[in-house]
């Protein structure tokens, strides 16, 4: 079972901070360091203010040796196809073969409108997803010395070299969401791994039945796909600690002990495992306190530890 640190910028960080939970987390044996990519904080001012998922991820590639490295999840609006095939094979190559691309169609409208991005109706936008999906699968499944051509919807391409190619053949794609039938479909065509963030059991079991089916129906093994779960994180030895580092974040005990991955490290162990009954082998643990590096290492210790047996 793959433990991995999945943490949200834009509420506030510097370059600085992501790089010391990133070594942390080497450090104490996750598997991976995520971060989101947001351009607009949510509920809070942001400050110092948003940092650029990929050029984030560029830095990290070359001042960590381990850890994978990803978006959780980048959206399809941001950056045109071919941009960002070629962004993340070159992270990709920077990180000797580290990186892994979440993506998916984009939905916070108010970060469009903040940063002079098009936010197309819902429709539209999972359109751009799926010919986002099928450009940069092409011009990374390209051989080389062939070119890669393709006429989609919105985006199309003529005649392209399709380099460079990234180290990985390819970087594992993650897609995710509630969606009822373009998500699952999406999924089994081009996902390594369906990713469900912030669902209560009842919930990803329906999904990920989803992706199962969908997976059948395309002629896919579904034992292919890796199923995983996002889910907040809180920690503490005891109640006091527990109850401090929620207070920090800005949440009640009681509601993370039902909806996230919290409590004491026998609590979450037990709340990781209803998930796994359900066929999640990975977690992303959103880490919202980016100071509390003792946070980890107690996962890391005591968490990970029983998983591990």
């Not at 399809?76 to 990186?99: E, H, K, N, W």
């Not at 969908?214 to 503490?236: E, K, P, Q």
């Not at 005990?253 to 979450?268: C, H, K, M, S, Y």
Request: proline share 6%; aromatic share 8%.
């Amino acid at each position: 079972m793959d433990l991995r640190i999945f943490t949200e910028p834009q509420q506030g960080a510097t370059y600085d901070d992501l790089l010391r939970v990133a070594r942390a987390a080497e450090d104490f044996g996750y598997d991976a360091f995520f971060r989101s990519d947001h351009y607009l904080a949510m509920n809070v001012d942001g400050s110092p203010g948003p940092t650029d998922a990929w050029i984030t991820l560029a830095g990290l590639a070359r001042e960590t040796s381990t850890i994978r490295l990803g978006t959780l999840v980048t959206s399809a609006t941001f950056r045109y196809p071919g941009p960002l095939a070629i962004s993340v094979a070159q992270v990709d190559a920077m990180s000797s073969g580290r990186v892994e691309l979440g993506l998916g169609a984009g939905w916070y409208a108010e970060e469009h409108a903040a940063n002079a991005i098009p936010f197309p109706p819902v429709g539209e936008r999972f359109d751009r997803f799926e010919d986002t999906l099928a450009i940069v699968t092409g011009m990374w499944g390209t051989p080389e010395g062939e070119s890669f051509s393709y006429e989609g919807r919105h985006f199309s391409v003529t005649d392209s070299p399709a380099l460079p190619k990234p180290v990985q053949s390819p970087p594992p794609i993650i897609i995710g969401g509630m969606g009822k039938k373009r998500t699952p479909e999406l999924a089994a065509r081009y996902a390594h791994e369906f990713n469900l963030p912030f669902a209560d059991t009842d919930s990803a079991a329906t999904q990920f039945e989803r992706v199962r089916s969908a997976c059948a129906d395309s002629g896919r093994d579904a034992d292919s796909m890796i199923f995983s779960n996002a889910l907040v994180l809180c920690c503490g030895r005891d109640d006091a600690e527990l109850a401090r580092r929620a207070g920090v974040i800005g949440r009640e005990v009681d509601e993370l002990r039902a909806n996230g991955a919290a409590g004491t490290p026998a609590e979450i162990v037990d709340k990781l495992g209803t998930y796994a009954e359900l066929g999640a082998t990975r977690f992303y643990l959103q880490t919202l306190d980016l100071t509390d590096i003792d946070h980890l290492e107690l996962v890391a210790s005591e968490v990970m530890r029983q998983l591990s047996r």
